[in-house]
């Protein structure tokens, strides 16, 4: 046996992993880990399911001690590597010094914040997706950090849900497409590498599925549907090489997924064969006794260790209750070894045996200030951005804005550095986020001239105030404006009295899309409602800049709005992207990813929906069809839809047979022609209908995208292959495959602007 040298700082100290003779680690991780492993007393394996959250919980002294005395596998929520590197130190000189792993919620960057996951999505640009989880992954390695709570990838459909605004929107296949982007670029090419950290996907399973949209309730779902619309995204994050899972802190038809053993074995690790470390959310064992299926802390841990929760997330559970389950025998202690493996082995993927300081590095290469300008990428998070806004509507050409003239900004979130950074911000710092004031200014320079005036608050209302503000962020979330409403409209009149066009900057601070965010109205608060009421009765040409979390029921400000632009939370260089956009310098290109209801009572409401017996149709009103009778039943805006500056065009669809057999690819072309003035980029989306199937299918679900760009007046033909594999799904046995039949294949621009053909699958 000959030692294993440790690299860096750690070289220095004492080694106490060993390696076969004439073995590289590499190709000896299992028999490390067992070596290790068979060192280990029952309390160091137990410390090792501790992820611990750096908090008001413990002292940083004790949770020293509690480290250097084997009691801690990880920790999360400390971000720098001075926080971090003491703890490294104290695992360091642990019996054992097995390395810590540091954790934090990396959802749409480190330091530079990128778009909110919605905006990421709108995008449907997997390059620009790429970029912003590479980047959050250099940046939040260079701050220390081994691994993300990300991608959150739960499909939802159910806007009153406050995190709609992490995930990717509604669709199965966007999202796994995203999915496995967020994961490519968290983990690179190594998730070893200095530069990269190991992605948890999360909340397995079905999170965004919580029963009247209300954070943390219950979920009770069809067997087809859970494998056919709401698991294949995080299967994708999965098949893309994720180290980790995060699981949900919901039930699943009755069993909570933290206990849920057909979930966490039979599916995770028997069905889909995955590897890897599960985690736990936070204090979700300790919550099994609210669910009302553990009668206290102890029956709580063993349920979770037995359903294959590797790591337990800051509650004392395991820790407390562990050791006397394993010595009384209703936990097998190699159970215990089991989830002691995979934290171990996720340490060895991480490179922290090769070297605990591998994103930590030399104390003497600290950044002197963690928050400095040079540590940002202020131009890709200005390029992400831009792409990642959606135009809803543009009459008679408002936009884009001519840079002359006086424009009136006004609304409260014009000057909202926070709210611009959107839930979720890990280490992101609002002082350097681009406000859209700031924005503007900056874009017009001397060229024209910019008015100011608040507005409104963001609500005016008590309860929501308190809870908005409540201490979970460290500061004042929403600052209220204590003039009287009509004061405030006011000002805001002057200022447009004074200018040619208004740009009315409204819609939801940032803490009203979070986790425990949930909506009974998806509405524009009333004082921003006053607001957009007073400034359409001047008559001028108003801009309607919308930022929030989620799909906001909109048809209001649509008919007063001359131009519509969805900007949901941009990130640090939001201003600049949204300036960029409003003067024409970048056209925007974005698609929505989720549907805009016309009001909250249509929820749920999603384009992909199963064919019923008596569809509505539109425009064919009638009795006794699927349909409200007191407003109108389809969408105020549909999925897959988003304007440009310019038009386009696509052609009838071309298929290359009108048979498809099994093991053949078909084609199915148009021809995109750019029909306006200007160059512009647009999503051409392909959506299949399965004519007659076994079971009622979807009416259509998209199964391919292309992005391109065009110069004013090209033309492109863009051809999608077509193969068995678009056409299966799971049938009520839950086997998947594809049945023969008629197939409708629809290429368009969104999910109802499109052309159709039919095929059939032999
Ligand atoms: C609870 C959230 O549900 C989860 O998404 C997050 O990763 C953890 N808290 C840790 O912050």
Redesign the pocket.
């Known amino acids: 046996m000959k030692k294993l040298y440790l690299l860096g700082m750690a070289a220095a100290l004492a080694c106490p992993y060993t390696l076969a003779e004439g073995t590289a680690p590499a190709q000896n991780k299992e028999a490390f880990i067992s070596d290790l492993l068979s060192r280990m007393t029952l309390d160091e394996k137990i410390g090792q399911l501790r992820l611990i ?1 750096i908090g008001p919980d413990m002292t940083h002294e004790q949770i020293r001690k509690e480290i250097a005395a084997g009691r801690i596998g990880g920790t ?2 400390s971000v720098t590597r001075p926080e971090n590197r003491p703890m490294q130190d104290a695992a360091m000189n642990s019996r054992l010094k097995i390395p810590m792993f540091f ?3 990396v ?1 749409h960057g480190q330091r530079t914040i990128f778009p909110i996951g919605l905006g990421l999505a709108s995008s449907w640009d997997m390059d620009a997706i790429a970029v912003s989880a590479r980047t959050a992954a250099r940046e939040a390695a260079a701050d220390s950090l081994d691994m993300t ?2 991608p ?1 990838v739960d499909i939802s459909r159910d806007p009153r849900w406050g ?1 709609s605004s ?1 995930g990717f929107g509604e669709d199965t296949y966007l999202v796994s497409r995203i999915a496995k982007v967020m994961v490519q670029g968290y983990q690179g090419k190594d998730v070893s590498a200095p530069d990269s950290i190991m992605a ?1 996907v ?2 397995f399973a079905l ?1 965004g599925g919580v029963e009247g949209g209300r954070d943390y309730n219950t979920v009770d779902m069809s067997p087809t549907r859970m494998y056919q619309d709401y698991l294949p995204p995080y299967r994708a994050a999965l098949d893309a090489g994720a180290g980790g899972v ?1 699981v ?2 919901n039930s699943i038809n009755g069993v909570p997924a933290t206990s849920n053993t057909w979930l966490m074995q039979d599916l995770l690790r028997r069905d889909w064969g995955f590897k890897g470390l599960t985690v736990s ?2 204090g979700a064992i300790l919550e099994l006794v609210k669910h009302g299926v553990a009668r206290d802390g102890r029956e709580a841990a063993k349920l979770a260790i037995r359903a294959g929760i590797d790591l337990s ?2 509650d004392m559970v395991y820790g407390k209750e562990l050791p006397g389950l394993v010595k009384a025998g209703e936990v097998p202690e190699s159970q215990i070894d089991s989830a002691v493996r995979e934290v171990l082995a996720t340490k060895y993927d991480l490179g922290l045996f090769a070297d605990p300081y591998r994103r930590l590095g030399k104390a003497a290469d600290d950044p002197q200030d963690v928050n400095a300008e040079s540590r940002l990428h202020r131009q890709d998070a200005r390029a992400v951005a831009r792409r990642s806004m959606v135009l809803l509507k543009n009459a008679k050409d408002t936009l884009p804005l001519k840079k002359a003239g006086t424009i009136a900004l006004v609304g409260p979130l014009a000057d909202a550095p926070i709210d611009m950074m959107g839930s ?1 911000s890990a280490a992101g710092q609002p002082t350097q986020s681009i406000t859209l004031l700031r924005g503007l200014r900056d874009a017009v320079g001397n060229q024209a001239q910019v008015l100011y005036a608040k507005g409104a608050n963001v609500t005016n209302d008590r309860n929501s105030l308190a809870f908005l503000n409540r201490i979970i962020f460290d500061r004042t979330e929403v600052e209220v404006d204590p003039r009287t409403p009509q004061a405030m409209i006011d000002e805001a009149l002057k200022a447009a009295a004074n200018a040619d066009v208004i740009v009315a900057a409204v819609g939801e601070s940032r803490g009203m899309s979070h ?1 425990s965010a949930s909506r009974t109205t998806l509405d524009i608060p009333a004082p921003q409602r006053a607001l957009l009421t007073a400034l359409r009765a001047t008559g001028k040409p108003l801009v309607i800049v919308l930022m929030n979390g989620r799909p906001l029921s909109l048809v209001r400000e649509t008919e007063q709005a001359d131009a519509l632009l969805e900007t949901w939370f941009t990130g640090t260089e939001g201003g600049h992207a949204i300036a960029d956009v409003l003067f024409g310098d970048y056209n925007p290109s974005g698609k929505l990813p989720v549907t805009f209801p016309r009001s909250v009572g249509q929820v749920p409401m999603y384009y992909s929906h199963l064919t019923i017996g008596r569809p509505f149709t539109p425009g064919k009103a009638g009795n006794y069809t699927s349909q409200y009778f007191d407003e109108d039943t389809t969408p105020l805006f549909p999925f897959g839809y988003g304007l440009s500056y310019t038009t386009f065009d696509v052609s009838d669809v071309h298929l290359s047979s009108a048979r498809l057999k099994r093991g053949d690819t078909l084609k199915a072309s148009v021809t995109v022609r750019n029909t306006g003035k200007r160059d512009g980029e647009t999503v051409v989306q392909l959506y299949l209908h399965d004519v007659a199937a076994s079971m009622a299918r979807p009416i259509k679900e998209l199964k391919n995208f292309e992005k391109v760009f065009l110069k004013a007046g090209e033309r492109k033909e863009v051809t999608f292959n077509l193969t068995e594999e678009d056409l299966k799904f799971y049938n009520t046995q839950l086997q998947y495959a594809a049945e023969a039949g008629d197939f409708d294949v629809q290429i368009g621009l969104d999910s109802q602007d499109v052309k159709q053909a039919r095929f059939e699958l032999l």
């Open positions: 959250s999360f929520n954790a934090y919620d959802i709570f990300g959150m995190r992490e948890a999360k909340h999170y995060m949900a802190l959310d936070h997330m800051n979720w986790e």
